[in-house]
């Protein structure tokens, strides 16, 4: 029998699905793990670059320096919070370094898809006496809408196949199948627990790009 029939053998033993070591409970902890750093770092990114997308000012300067933070590996930056202060608040130094690595995507696209407006649409909007406020609102922000969104479907696919490093900071997801399988050198549930990680990334880009097909046209980036 080869290694992926018996990877294939290890996923369908029902003893393997329960209890709180079973694939059932880490895939929930994975999902939450990638669902609450993907929130905080949209609460981050989000704002900060379409503030800076409609003024027009230090945004080239944010992204250049959020993009700087592509370059540190994430299982780096997990190793200095674990050593830091930070290291003593359970997942602290997880959801940091994850929200960290989320950051980047979500704050490029947002500013380069309000920054992008249509100059002619917006100065249409400022002709009809438009506010500051009213023109981001009505007119920047929907243009934007679908960049916006295809940063934030590029976060969650990547926050879901680097939150398996929960696992080497002693945390729940996937990632602790992946270990255990290192541990016991066991190379079928190694590679049940990549396969689980890469399904899953998948459902979450195929639900994001199933949502963008039924959702509004202005959404989808058509306007007509």
């Known amino acids: 029998m080869n290694t992926t029939a018996q990877a294939a053998r290890w996923l369908s033993d029902p003893a393997h699905w329960a209890g709180a070591d079973g694939i059932?409970?880490?895939?929930?902890?994975?999902a939450w793990l990638t669902a609450v750093c993907l929130i905080v770092s949209c609460l981050i990114a989000l704002p900060v670059a379409v503030v800076l997308g409609h003024l027009?000012?230090?945004g080239v300067l944010a992204v250049n320096v959020s993009n700087v933070g592509r370059a540190v590996p994430t299982f780096a930056v997990l190793v200095l919070l674990l050593l830091s202060p930070v290291g003593r608040y359970g997942e602290g130094p997880t959801m940091i370094a994850l929200v960290l690595f989320a950051v980047p995507p979500l704050l490029?696209?947002?500013?380069?898809?309000?920054?992008?407006?249509?100059?002619d649409v917006v100065e249409a909007a400022r002709g009809m006496g438009m506010t500051g406020r009213q023109l981001l609102w009505n007119v920047e922000l929907p243009l934007a809408m679908p960049l916006v969104l295809t940063g934030v479907r590029i976060a969650a696919v990547q926050l879901v196949a680097t939150a398996t490093i929960a696992a080497l900071a002693g945390g729940g997801g996937l990632g602790r199948i992946i270990t255990a399988g290192f541990s016991l050198a066991s190379?079928?549930?190694?590679?049940?627990g990549a396969l689980l990680v890469a399904l899953l990334a998948l459902c979450v880009e195929g639900t994001f790009v199933g949502a963008k097909r039924l959702a509004p046209a202005w959404l989808r980036g058509r306007t007509g």
């Open 24 to 30: 059932g409970n880490r895939l929930a902890e994975h």
């Open 56 to 58: 027009g000012r230090g």
């Open 108 to 119: 490029t696209n947002a500013y380069v898809g309000v920054r992008g407006a249509d100059p």
């Open 187 to 192: 190379t079928p549930q190694v590679i049940a």
